[in-house]
Nanobody, 115 residues
Framework: QVHLVEFGGGLVQAGGSLRLSCAAS????????MGWYRQAPGNQRELVAAITNGGITMYADAVKGRFTISRDNAKNTVSLQMNSLKPEDTAVYYC?????????WGQGTQVTVSS
């Protein structure tokens, strides 16, 4: 079992920045990759960014060049630095981990970008 807890989020004006962090606990040795998803009202949950144990990253086209995902394996955390935020980035952001073929999710944190 892997337990994920998110930190950060909140309200920010367009063009501003926010940083999300996620702390993993439990059988963390089994985690293969971690990432962030988001879900806006009326939309499906979508992948924002992910990072593997080896540090390979991937980003959704909508956030490339603005968001940066990073991982601290020693602290078992994954972070998402979000810059140049846009109103369309408004969503609930979820931390995600894949461990031995199972998906684990955090409780979600709200990010609201005002225009």
């Amino acid at each position: 079992q892997v337990h994920l807890v998110e930190f950060g989020g909140g309200l920010v004006q367009a063009g501003g920045s926010l940083r999300l962090s996620c702390a993993a606990s439990g059988t963390i040795f089994s985690i293969n990759a971690m990432g962030w998803y988001r879900q806006a009202p009326g939309n499906q949950r979508e992948l924002v960014a992910a990072i593997t144990n080896g540090g390979i990253t991937m980003y959704a086209d909508a956030v490339k060049g603005r968001f940066t995902i990073s991982r601290d394996n020693a602290k078992n955390t994954v972070s998402l630095q979000m810059n140049s935020l846009k109103p369309e980035d408004t969503a609930v952001y979820y931390c995600h981990a894949v461990a031995i073929g199972y998906d684990y999710w955090g409780q979600g944190t709200q990010v609201t970008v005002s225009s």
